[in-house]
């Protein structure tokens, strides 16, 4: 069975232009996190999704925006990008079966987006 | 308030049992974890526990739960160098166990041979 899979691996951009990421779940997988990893802040919950609907959101500005698709795959997207957007963005797929009961989170190899 | 506090730095040798504390503060944590995270990886799930358990044990890992003091332990016997990473503890937010987690920031593992 196939893991969490982001894309890219790696990205550099520039300040002030957006970014997507892409993340699909394990097969049969229904929720889909995100979190920004950095060396000042460490592991930080960013939003999940659950039915193509935002069931949850951490603590970040507007420019960071998520969605689902139907086939659980998700995206995040970071507009306007800041030197300190500069981390590992990691994406965690849970199964979820009956809408709130999430015991095992398993995580991708993460995005690692450098802004310069 | 949620917060989840490790400490930063545990040095082993070779063979010996390695304990791992974590402390955090949310008492209506339903579900306790551990990652692991090697050198340019993600994040391993190594085991988790149930709140109203006191202890979990899978193979060479020991997780203990006082969840009086909001106190987590991860111990591993007979640590390898492979098992040098950094190691998280991670507390789920909320009754309705949706899937935001909180995690601490995480304590480096150094295994001398």
Redesign the interface.
């Known amino acids: 069975k196939a893991g969490?899979t982001?894309t890219p691996r790696y990205l550099i951009k520039t300040r002030g232009q957006q970014v997507t990421l892409s993340c699909s779940p394990i097969s049969g997988h229904r929720?889909?996190?995100w979190?920004q990893q950095t060396p000042g802040q460490?592991?930080q919950?960013l939003f999940?999704y659950?039915s193509e609907t935002q069931?949850?959101k951490?603590n970040f500005p507007g420019r960071f925006s998520g969605r689902q698709f139907s086939n659980s795959r998700s995206e995040m997207n970071v507009s306007t990008l800041e030197l300190g957007d500069s981390a590992l963005y990691?994406c965690?797929s849970?199964l979820?079966r009956n809408g709130?009961?999430?015991?095992?989170?398993?995580?991708?190899?993460?995005t690692r987006l450098t802004v310069v | 308030g949620e917060d989840v506090e490790q400490s930063l730095f545990l040095s082993v040798r070779e063979g010996d049992s390695s304990v791992i504390n974590c402390t955090y503060t949310d008492s209506s944590s339903t579900?306790l974890?551990w990652?692991k995270q090697e050198p340019g990886?993600?994040?391993?799930?190594l085991t988790?526990i149930f709140s109203n358990m006191d202890m979990k044990q899978d193979q060479r890992l020991t997780v203990l739960l006082n969840k009086k003091d909001k106190h987590l332990s991860l111990r591993i016997a007979d640590t390898q160098t492979g098992d040098s990473a950094i190691y998280?503890c991670?507390e789920?937010i909320g009754s309705?166990?949706?899937?935001?987690?909180?995690?601490?920031?995480?304590t480096t593992l150094q295994v001398k041979p």
Request: charged share 10%; hydrophobic share 35%; net charge negative.
């Open positions: 969490v982001q929720s889909v996190s979190y460490g592991l919950f999940e659950f069931r949850n951490g990691l965690a849970s979820d709130y009961s999430n015991t095992e989170a398993f995580f991708g190899q993460g | 579900y974890y990652y990886a993600g994040l391993q799930l988790y998280f991670a789920s309705s166990n949706t899937g935001k987690l909180i995690f601490g920031q995480g």
